[in-house]
């Protein structure tokens, strides 16, 4: 029988959507080329822990931005508060690129920021979840459904691969190693109760 409500994990002062754990994704680059980085109404949202690194990194990656990049950086700072009042990236003036962005040859859009081996914004490494601030100091874990990531959660599917293993580093990095083993562990239980193995 199908459950009408989902599940929600709690890790400490975290919960987790059921959707993190048994929904299936798998970046497919192929199919989208990078979209996710020139789509959108604001930028990446930035956690202000990570506006430091931004300007301290960005000599080392901005000849791989587009120069109209570098000029909303110079005109905007490295980062802007987009209309619901979060830190996000800066956008190229009159597109929905991020100002980050870099493009290939052949128009495929890839992040400056980590071609250069430097860290990408949190929120990129997680994407497709998003992380949201609750009242009290905890947070919540969602999965973010896009139209360009339809592919995604079709190879993940096909490949058997659900969002959270596909983010096993980002989330490990973010949260550590015993949240994974956790949420793993949560995520399995779920899934086995309903039959999906």
């Known amino acids: 029988m199908e459950r009408q409500f989902g599940t929600i994990i709690q890790i400490g002062d975290i919960l987790v959507s059921e959707d993190v754990a048994v929904q299936f994704f798998c970046c497919d680059y192929s199919a989208c080329r990078g979209e996710c980085c020139i789509a959108g109404d604001s930028g990446a949202p930035l956690d202000e822990d990570e506006l430091p690194g931004l300007e301290r990194d960005y000599p080392s990656f901005c000849h791989r931005m587009l120069e109209a990049g570098r000029d909303a950086v110079d005109a905007n700072g490295f980062f802007e508060v987009d209309r619901d009042g979060d830190l996000v990236t800066p956008l190229v003036p ?65 490949e058997g691969i659900r969002a959270y293993q596909f983010l096993r580093k980002p989330l490990t990095d973010r949260f550590g190693e015993s949240f994974y083993s956790a949420l793993d562990a949560a995520a399995r239980h779920i899934i086995e109760g309903d039959g999906e193995e």
């Open 94 to 158: 009159g597109s929905e690129a991020c100002a980050y962005a870099h493009f290939t040859e052949d128009g495929a859009c890839m992040c400056a920021i980590e071609l250069c081996g430097k860290t990408k914004p949190r929120s990129c490494s997680l994407y497709p979840i998003r992380i949201t601030p609750l009242t009290g100091g905890g947070l919540a874990l969602n999965l973010h459904r896009w139209d360009i990531c339809s592919k995604a959660f079709e190879k993940g599917r096909r």
